[in-house]
Nanobody
Framework: QVQLVESGGGLVQAGGSLRLSCVASGSIFRINDMGWYRQAPGKQRELVARGTTGGSTNYADSVKGRFTISRDNAKNTVYLQMNSLKPEDTAVYYC?????????????????WGRGTQVTVSS
């Protein structure tokens, strides 16, 4: 099993910044994609940013130029630096990771999710 633990959420004024972190632990052979989704009240969960092991990234149009995703592969950690925050960024932010584990010589890939961290941006 793999566990993802997020941290760094909180309350910030519009225009401010926050940095989210997510650490993966457990039965990890390799982490493939790793990134962030968010879900605002009454809305569907949406992709915020994604980063691959090779360093490729992609972002939701709504956060391009304001958010930056980065990974520390040695620490199994992904970060989301959020600048110029807007009230519409208010949501629960979820970390996810596509992880390959090795059990008894068999490689299995699954997707894991953290429990989420609340980000609230006041106007």
């Amino acid at each position: 099993q793999v566990q993802l633990v997020e941290s760094g959420g909180g309350l910030v004024q519009a225009g401010g910044s926050l940095r989210l972190s997510c650490v993966a632990s457990g039965s990890i052979f390799r982490i493939n994609d790793m990134g962030w989704y968010r879900q605002a009240p009454g809305k569907q969960r949406e992709l915020v940013a994604r980063g691959t092991t090779g360093g490729s990234t992609n972002y939701a149009d709504s956060v391009k130029g304001r958010f930056t995703i980065s990974r520390d592969n040695a620490k199994n950690t992904v970060y989301l630096q959020m600048n110029s925050l807007k009230p519409e960024d208010t949501a629960v932010y979820y970390c996810y990771a596509d992880v390959t584990s090795r059990t008894g010589g068999v490689y299995v890939t699954n997707e894991y999710w953290g429990r989420g961290t609340q980000v609230t941006v006041s106007s």
